[in-house]
């Protein structure tokens, strides 16, 4: 993947038949991941293409507020603005809930991995989540793209709290790869390891990052928000091959 991307090959291709039978009005991608998409040059140049000349709509957010903000895009765009409104309305209610929430209380040190070989931490969204939701996080920047560092420096930023989020998994693989990383892990020192969810509530920017932001909370301060979110789970990784949910 990394090698076709760098030499400009695509990674994935478009059904153009299946496109066209679909006759859409609007084509949604984004521009954030050249290795989580089909390029918005070629989007836009099959869409010139097909017979229903469907608009096309790139997002490429790389913080929360950018992510709220591409809903209110959207929902211009589907003429569904009062249903845009009212969704960003609630997820900042809930973002406040969490916030007033931890308010006040110790921050600990969390690192967010988003890969395992080779190691990446989180970038875009993820710190701001880890903010909001009661930590300091020690290893990823805000609204920039996610880091490639070595277990080296991944251990010199000495998280208290390691969050493993591989990028497209769900809590299960992330538990699995955490488990197959597990000298490395333990080498970086943290009290406590979790596995949860990325591709629902963390890789992909869009309403369910506030679902992210209210496990965060759990994970970190579960005295003050005592349940995740419905659906949710975050997975304790215990090195020795036992599996507990938080």
């Known amino acids: 993947m990394r090698e076709r991307t760098l030499e400009g090959e695509a990674i994935y291709s478009l059904d153009e038949k ?4 679909l006759e859409p009005d609007l084509i949604v991608t984004q521009a954030l991941c050249p290795v989580c998409a089909v390029s918005y040059e070629e989007v836009e140049a099959l869409a010139r293409r097909l017979p229903s000349k469907p608009g096309v709509i790139a997002l490429d957010p790389t913080t929360l507020g950018e992510t709220l903000g591409d809903v209110r895009t959207l929902a211009q765009a589907t003429e569904r603005r009062d249903a845009g409104v009212e969704l960003v309305g609630a997820a900042a209610a809930r973002i406040d809930r969490v916030r007033l929430a931890v308010r006040g209380l110790p921050r600990p040190r969390v690192a967010a991995v988003e890969w395992l070989d080779p190691v990446f931490v989180a970038g875009h969204w993820t710190p701001q989540l880890i ?15 996610s880091q490639q560092i070595s277990w080296e420096e991944l251990t010199a930023c000495a998280p208290e709290v390691l ?16 488990r197959a990383h597990g000298d490395a892990l333990a080498s970086v020192g943290a009290a406590r390891i979790v596995a949860v969810n990325a591709s629902a509530y963390f890789s992909r920017p869009g309403p369910r990052l506030i679902d992210g932001l209210e496990l965060l909370g759990h994970i970190l301060h579960p005295e003050r928000i005592p349940e995740p979110p419905q659906g949710a789970e975050a997975l304790e990784v215990d090195l020795s091959g036992t599996r507990r949910r938080i």
Do not use: F
């Open 163 to 178: 969050v493993v989020m591989p990028c497209g998994y769900d809590a299960q693989r992330a538990l699995e790869e955490a």
């Open 18 to 21: 299946a496109l066209a039978r």
């Open 131 to 145: 903010e909001l939701a009661g930590g300091l996080d020690v290893a990823g920047l805000p609204g920039e793209h």
